[in-house]
């Protein structure tokens, strides 16, 4: 039977993010842990962790940059250039900072799984890609490809990334968007993986 994490002060912790980035984002939030921890139990990943990193990860899911920037400096978060170019990428590190120092989280596994669950990054573990697929292919998305990519999500976790992480770039192309560097690592890092495997997705 599924488990959910034990959170202390969830409902007075989940008011208070709900106030910050609305119901909607928080909904969403609900179903990526619980996404989350299905695909940990399935993978032989910590079901606890996977909810508890799921259900913070969009803790920070502010769209205004001047509070954003005001956030990083108040969390010790330095603001790249990154950050400039792509401010939606802020919310993820920010997120890790404040669930560490605002709610207690200290693991850093969920801290990673976290900070790294928009861009992708080299070398991920099982749960960074559980939170960044929950986060992607959660059931209430609605995107050309999802069905396709909730299909990889559970029956190979690298499958699955690879075809997340080429879809995203594709769109971020399309849009003539800026990609960090980081999603583009990660991307090659996946082909390279799918290389060595001699897989085609």
Known sequence: ???????????????????????????????????????????????????????????????????????????????????????????SFLGAKVAEKRYGIKDPEILSAMAYHTTGKPSMTGLEKIIYLADYGEPMRNFDGVDQARDLIFKDLDSAMFYALNQTIRFLLDKESYITPLSVQARNDFLIKEKTHGQVF
């Open 1 to 91: 039977m599924k488990r959910q994490a034990i959170i202390e002060n969830k409902e007075e912790i989940q008011k208070e993010i709900e106030e910050r980035i609305g119901e909607k984002r928080m909904k969403h939030s609900l179903r990526v842990a619980d996404m989350a921890q299905d695909l940990a139990i399935k993978y032989g990943e910590d079901p606890e962790k996977a909810y508890i990193a799921g259900y913070y990860h969009d803790c920070m899911k502010i769209r205004d940059k001047d509070q954003l920037k005001k956030a990083t400096k108040d969390y010790g978060l330095a603001w790249t250039e990154d950050f400039d170019r792509a401010p939606q990428l802020v919310h």
